[in-house]
């Protein structure tokens, strides 16, 4: 069975990245601390608990792509997230056993998205984010100084792995 994946429409192509349109998406999140290695962890097995039986229900949740991880290369905490499958209920979900986490639902938004595939080091995603900035600069598109990281596989998957670098574009219009 394929996994749920977070909506999206492309509504331009560029070389070296596309700009998506995303709707609204009801997310769990945790803070995490500790910089990039540190917070995939701890973030993934907070929220992984959740999802797998650890809420007031003992109900399990479908997992779905990508992982959101919003942690920056010089501040010490930030926040990793799983996108709630589109049937959930935001409003009758079942409480977390931990306190740690939190209910979100994201306003619609533009974003440049490169992707790219492998695993993904902290390395990896400041030399995609730098390159998708200065991508973005050479267009004239203002942005965001401030990524998101999606992941989109399980880490037992080998082969085939998608991870992108998400830059808001807060002042970006598609053109009919």
Do not use: C, W
Not at 105 to 115: D, G, L, N, R
């Amino acid at each position: 069975m394929a996994t749920e994946q977070r909506s999206y429409r492309v509504v331009q192509k560029e070389p070296e990245f596309e700009i998506r349109f995303y709707p609204p998406a009801g997310l769990a999140s945790v803070q995490v601390s500790g910089g990039y290695e540190a917070a995939r962890g701890e973030g993934f097995n907070e929220l992984a608990g959740y999802i797998f039986g650890g809420n007031s229900e003992d109900r399990k949740i479908a997992m779905t792509a990508p992982v959101i991880m919003d942690i920056q290369p010089d501040v010490p905490e930030g926040t990793m997230s799983f996108v709630m499958p589109s049937s959930f209920d935001m409003d009758s979900r079942p409480a977390p056993r931990s306190n740690r986490i939190f209910f979100q639902t994201t306003e619609p938004v533009y974003a440049a998205v490169v992707a790219f595939g492998g695993y993904a080091s902290k390395e990896d995603l400041e030399k995609h984010k730098a390159d998708l900035l200065g991508a973005l600069d050479r267009k004239g598109i203002k942005h965001g100084e401030q990524a998101e990281f999606y992941f989109y596989d399980p880490p037992y998957k080998f082969l085939g792995r998608r991870n992108e670098v998400v830059v808001l574009l807060p002042d970006f219009t598609a053109q009919p």
